[in-house]
């Protein structure tokens, strides 16, 4: 069942302050700047925490919309969706609401590699998000355009060190105060819209562009690095124009399977769901790209675009003489409107209709909204901590394109850990990281703050080491029982929920593991079965030919009560031995991870003996801990022993110093070797 | 690229220095990544520990859990161990062949009371190559038996709290130069032959992770064809087989060529061809007074007081115009680059008569032979050069006596000899500042040593070997598993060509396909 029953959205519509002038109070513990799948993310995971939130956002219409493509999840992604779900964030819950097409690509390549996706209803979803926003305690949603960010001067014994104290918007009202300030402001950071040959400022069409105060601010006043990168978006096609018998059908899952580990089903029924269809570029695309190069500035630019996305002009001019696929998609269950995914195109709106008219299935289709493309200014990612906080900016955080990501996911598992991470900053409490041996999310934020990024950021399972450990299928067992002991941004709710689920498999394994049978008892017990050398229910499920449905039937008595985990204990089964192997590896990263390494050390003139590469390396990155530092190019293991040899004299020597004059600041000088969380400095 | 002998080493350091902090000592926990499914992840490592060189005994040792196991069927005691600390002479065999490699003294060394506070076994050898090679190949094929990295030994005798802090400073120093005495050989051996085979099966295998990993994360979006997957089984299947046959060569391809490394070095007709003709006593290289002469390496095997050396003599280092002349010239830096110890001879009538200029030139000229410094601002380690100046016979004695004792004066050009090829002038002298050099690093049992690359290579080769086979076994029922056994693999051979990073996995899978999602 769906847990969430969704409320009538008037009734919540009120509770918004339409105007900043009309908001009741001018200060917060927390601000979000930005309402998009990082904004929304943040501010609904820093009121769980427990702070005091106030979401700015332009239009309080577009909170939760779905600027790209109408889907959720895939390979890569959809581990970053149940993870965010596993943490208690929306963007799981809001799929299974607006999904109107499910399906779990990867099917057959291993549960570790299956990847969760859905199309999704544009309003459905927008509706959702708007509706489980407004319900939220502490947080409230004001309409508003971000003038400034409001920071102190430089600490004068610390140049460049600065700290947020809040933001100004653009309606002359007086600033709102707050002890930290996210910035999840996507594309809109000195954005610019292209198509064909015209360039306007704005980060998404049909919006104004964002203030460039903030711009400035980031640049001069708090001295970031920030570089620029593109993406593009696809024209939408009349669904009616498009001869969709020429295409080919492609059908969901049925039944579909939700992302929240909180619901059994989804809201659409398995037989209301559409289908999607799929179709293939031909030569006559190919010719149209090569006569309008030179109408088309986007693709002359040489801001970095992803290469996993790339325009329809990029896969062409890369990869010519090749057919490419175009799927169209459903946009909503109400939509006349349909998405081609794989023709983000940014030529002008003639010769966008002149190209998809090459494509058979669309040889009549009408353009509803041109394909567009935009720039826009990221923020160097290794400016962050992990806790993606600014290192010189106390208090300011960025979370998603802002960092150089790309993906709804990608933002949401940021803006979710920026806003619990916001929100402890605000209330004094320590800072949290998030392992890259425990979640994708860790691996996501471990590459961009130790190893930043070059074009826009996608997270694949490729990236992460421990790929067969961090599966869908266990995102709860991971991160919900943390996110709810250490974290707090888990309700009581779903802590029990994952509980429960845990002590169940636990005794289920045990159960599987005391089956202890000879070969020829369970040969009589499953007699369809060869087993050779089997020793217990454990390893007898492992065979790709045993189910937990056929054990269960063979032993009803110690095994019926666990049927309702009879796919997660098959998993579980299967990748045991790996995940065991893989668990000490585990153990020495979460090690390295542990030994943060103070952010204020100055590694050029570090009196110990390191390599000039080294120290530029290392000056340039300011790893958080001995773990990012290892996993740098260039720097060598003498390097490092050095380096923690010297961390582990000045820790001796700052304790030292601090029994003889104790101060409040002791605790925290005293982790400095050995604290799991950052330190801030 | 630099291959990455030293992965992980330093995390084992790492380790070790945070335990001093107080906590008792735990069971050591180094890496075992990349150890594949099957192999026990026990943690027991063996090195040669004796020097090599001409020696009558050679030392091996193990340590760690499966020391026991390891002394058993080696030296044949199935019923029971010897008492500790007692030598016993036993026919030493190889646990797979049964066949017998030498008849030595094995010393049973029960925790706590060894060198590292584990379990330990030495072996006592005769200290022929082709004996230690032996040895440390019937090691490496007991499971749950790996090399030992650089510096292990003495971390895990800290860790057993069997050394004082005061060693444990200077383990970084340590695992600097043992990783430094690691690379050179790893160059030595990487530029060779094998290098090559190894490069390829790790070009090949990168393909290989790169084709299944865009066929796991792009395929359900992308056109990547099946037909990816079955080039992989082929690719897979050849390597397998390839690293088979490989292992099972008793040949092994080339001759890896033992003894310290020592090259000669310097500015042309600076008498290089001289000193080599000198020290080989027979003209062994052409030597003319044109500039330019030698333009290839020669080399020769020489027996400096007992020591094994191989010396070369390279081109002299010039900008030229002549293409032989400049590859010379690129081969003689990269001899020095890999070399245990560089002979750096200069023309001593070229040095200008004042001593502070003598002393900036000569200082600048090693700057210029010298490959460039990890840490440039500590001098040139003293241990890996050595200065000559040649042609005495042509500089005024009392020119001579006053260039001599000025320079002593100078730190950062010591040590330094004086002499003439020409009339063996100091030649004496020469031999034995070279004769103590070349001991001092043959003491080191990394440098010079083959054997112990060579079991190396063939343990990293193993796990490679048998992470393939994981591929095979889950090909069909779970690709992530599969994709898990390439990765394994890859990581395995890393060790030996180099790590290979996420990234440049994903930089194969864009140039191979056109994703787009």
Known sequence: ?681 | MLPSVYHGIWRAAVHTLRTSRGTPPRRFLSSCDGLPVGLADAETIFALSSGHGRCGVAVVRASGPASATVLRCMAGLTRSLPPPRTALLRSITDPQSKEVLDRGLVLWFPAPHSFTGEDCVEFHIHGGPAVITAVLQALGSVPGMRPAEAGEFTRRAFQAGKLGLTEVEGLGDLIHAETEAQRRQALRQMSGELGHLYQDWSYRLKRCLAHVEAFIDFSEDELIEDGVLNQVDRSVCDLQAEIERHLKDERRGERLRSGVHVVIAGATNAGKSSLLNTLCQRPAAIVSPIAGTTRDVVETALDIGGFPVLLSDTAGLRESPDLVEREGVRRARERVEQADLTLVVVDCTNLPSDAQQASAFLQEHLRSVLPSQEQPETVFPANRFLLVLNKTDLLPQEQKLKLDGELRQVSGLSPFCLISCHNNEGLQDFLTVLHSHVKTLCGDPLSGAPTLTQARHRAHLQQCFAALAQYQQYRDIDLALAAEGVRLALTSLGRITGRVGAEEILDIIFKDFCIGK
């Open chain 1, 1 to 681: 069942m769906l847990t969430k029953k969704l409320p009538p959205l008037r009734s919540f519509l009120v509770q918004v302050s339409r105007h900043a002038s009309h908001i009741a109070r001018q200060q917060y513990d927390v601000i979000v700047v930005g309402g998009g799948h990082a904004g929304t993310e943040a501010a609904a995971a820093a009121a769980r925490v427990g702070a005091e939130t106030l979401l700015v956002t332009q239009k309080i219409h577009t909170i939760g919309a779905l600027s790209c493509n109408p889907s959720l999840g895939g390979v890569g992604k959809g581990q970053l969706v149940k993870e965010v779900d596993a943490l208690d964030g929306l963007c799981g819950r809001a799929g299974d609401w607006a999904g109107i097409h499910f399906s779990i690509l990867n099917r057959r390549k291993g549960p570790a590699v299956w990847g969760p996706r859905a199309q999704l209803d544009r309003e459905r979803y927008r509706k959702f998000i708007q509706s489980e926003l407004l319900s939220t305690p502490r947080l409230t949603v004001v309409e508003g355009s971000v003038e400034d960010l409001l920071v102190t001067e430089p600490n004068p014994e610390e140049p460049g060190h600065h700290k947020v104290t809040g933001i100004r918007l653009e309606n002359g009202s007086d600033p709102i105060s707050a002890s930290s300030v996210i910035l999840t402001t996507g594309t809109f950071l000195t954005g610019s819209l292209f198509m064909g040959q015209t360039m306007s400022p704005g980060g998404r069409i049909g919006d104004a562009p964002s203030s460039a105060g903030l711009s400035r601010t980031m640049r001069e006043r708090l001295g970031l690095r920030i570089g620029r990168l593109r993406t593009g978006t696809p024209p939408r096609i009349v669904k009616d124009s498009v001869d969709l018998a020429q295409a080919h059908l492609h059908l969901p899952d049925s039944p579909p399977t939700p992302f929240s580990f909180l619901n059994t089903h989804t809201r659409c029924k398995p037989e209301e769901q559409l289908p999607c269809y799929l179709t293939y570029t031909t030569p006559g695309v190919e010719r149209v790209v090569q006569e309008s190069l030179h109408l088309n500035c986007h693709i002359q630019q040489d801001a970095k675009g992803p290469r996993y996305c790339p325009s329809i002009e990029s896969r062409v001019l890369r990869f010519p003489g090749r057919k490419h696929q175009v799927w169209l998609e459903p946009e909503g269950v109400t939509s006349d409107l349909l998405y081609p995914q794989g023709l983000s195109m940014t030529m002008p709106p003639d010769i966008q209709l002149r190209l998809i008219r090459e494509i058979p299935a669309m040889h009549r289709a009408e353009i509803h909204t041109p394909g567009y493309g935009v720039q826009y200014d990221f923020v160097c990612p290794t400016q962050l901590s992990p806790a993606l906080q600014v290192k010189s900016t106390q208090g300011l955080f960025l979370a998603g394109q802002i960092n150089g990501t790309t993906g709804y996911e990608e933002a949401a598992a940021q803006g979710l850990w920026a806003g619990v991470n916001a929100a402890r900053w605000a209330l004094s409490m320590p800072a949290v990281t998030l392992s890259r041996t425990e979640s994708y999310i860790g691996v996501l934020i471990d590459d961009l703050v130790s190893r930043g990024v070059t074009e826009p950021y996608r997270m694949f399972t490729s990236r992460a080491e421990f790929r067969t450990s961090l599966r869908p299928d266990n995102a709860d067992l991971r991160l919900t029982l943390k996110g709810f002991e250490e974290v707090g941004c888990v309700s009581s709710l779903r802590y029990q929920e994952a509980v429960r689920v845990r002590d169940s498999l636990h005794e289920a394994l045990a159960a599987l593991q005391s089956l202890v049978l000879s070969s020829p008892n369970w040969k009589k017990k499953l007699p369809d079965i060869h087993i050779c050398e089997a020793k217990n229910g454990m390893d007898v499920l492992q065979y790709s030919d045993v189910s937990f449905e056929m054990l269960a039937s063979a032993f009803p008595e110690c095994l019926s009560p666990y049927m309702e985990f009879s796919q997660r204990l098959k998993i579980e089964a299967v990748y045991k031995r790996h995940c065991d192997l893989q668990r000490k590896e585990i153990a020495r990263i979460q090690k390295e991870e542990n030994m943060s390494l103070p952010q204020d050390m100055d590694y050029i003139s570090l009196p110990v003996s390191l390599s000039n590469e080294a120290r530029e390396i290392l000056d340039r990155v300011r790893p958080s801990t001995l773990g990012a530092a290892t996993r740098l190019q260039g720097i060598t293991p003498a390097a490092i022993v050095h380096l923690l040899h010297y961390v582990r004299c000045i820790g001796q020597k700052e304790r030292q110093r601090h029994r003889s004059q104790p101060d409040q600041k002791e605790e925290r000088k005293e982790d400095l070797c050995a604290s799991s969380a950052s330190l801030p400095q």
